[in-house]
């Protein structure tokens, strides 16, 4: 689950909006669409930067050790 919600959910949703930013069929700009695109997009992103930078390390080690 720790991966799920830090790394493949991001991740899917980041995908997801490269394919509505280069499908034509969408025109975003029109679409209220637009903002949510934007704005999760942002959010996914910090999540990812924030697994590699500060938690992966702190969970991961703590899992060793407890281990």
Avoid: H, Q
């Avoid at 949510?36 to 899992?63: G, M, N, P, Q």
């Amino acid at each position: 689950m720790f991966y799920a919600n830090y790394v493949f959910l991001p991740g899917l949703n980041i995908a997801l909006t490269v394919y509505y930013t280069v499908n034509p069929n969408y025109k975003l700009k029109i679409l209220p669409l637009e903002s949510w695109v934007v704005f999760f997009s942002i959010v996914c992103f910090s999540r990812l930067l924030e697994f590699y930078s500060t938690i992966k390390k702190v969970v991961l080690d703590d899992a060793r050790i407890y281990l």
